[in-house]
């Protein structure tokens, strides 16, 4: 059994201690080339567990281990990638500077043209593109390729089909599956599980009175 990417453990969140636990004794490992989808309606407790696993929240008891490190410190973050609802990027910028101002966060040489995630994505056209003019569906899509370019181990991504088209649908599905062929751990998030969502090397879980209950 290959070591987890991404572990969460024994992982209890509330916010008010005079009501009931939003999450419950979580338990998870994301080994690499596998993928976690996890579900439920809004309100379950889905984006607090992704927030708890990347290290945007704090667990009220529990540990999360990112590559065998905290989510907070620097190693774990040089070894992630993240997509939230909210958008990093910069609305005045162009896409292309934004790509290029979060690859000089991370170090490393960069060329939006030669990105393979940007070609996947269709964002070629758009790369000269202030990022406050791109549709929600384009901005998402830049998005992700901020999350990918300093190509992290681990992929966390809430709702990752919102707001797109079936073309983008599509590409983002062929993507996700070519991340996991790669070895990336990926875990995304979804309101329902549906069929597009099912993806090839993905197990489903759903949230369930604070607990993350195995559908699949």
């Known amino acids: ?39 439920g309606p809004n309100g379950s407790g889905k984006t607090t567990l992704l927030r708890i696993l990347v290290g945007l929240a704090r667990p009220s ?39 290029e101002y979060y690859a000089r966060l991370y170090g490393i040489e960069y060329r939006p043209e030669e990105d393979e995630v940007v070609e996947i994505l269709g964002l070629g ?32 991504i809430d709702e990752p089909f919102t707001g797109l088209d079936d073309d983008a649908v599509e590409a983002l599905r062929g993507l996700l599956e070519e991340l996991l062929h790669r070895g990336m751990a990926v875990v995304a998030t979804s309101p329902q599980k549906s069929a597009e969502e099912l993806l090839e090397g993905f197990n489903a879980y759903r949230i369930e009175s604070g607990k993350l209950v195995r559908i699949r």
């Open 1 to 39: 059994m290959a070591a987890c990417l991404l572990e969460a453990r024994g992982v209890w969140k509330r916010y008010d201690w005079n009501r009931g636990w939003v999450l419950c004794d979580v338990g998870l490992c994301v080994e690499p080339g596998r993928g976690v989808l996890v579900t």
């Open 61 to 99: 008891r529990g540990e999360v281990l990112i590559a065998g490190q905290s989510p907070y410190t620097p190693g774990a973050r040089r070894v992630l990638g993240v997509v939230l609802h909210h958008s990093l990027l910069y609305d005045e910028l162009t896409v292309r500077e934004n790509l």
């Open 125 to 156: 056209r758009y790369l000269d593109t202030r990022a406050g003019e791109l549709s929600f569906g384009w901005k998402k899509r830049a998005n992700i390729a901020r999350a990918l370019l300093h190509r992290p181990r681990v992929l966390a």
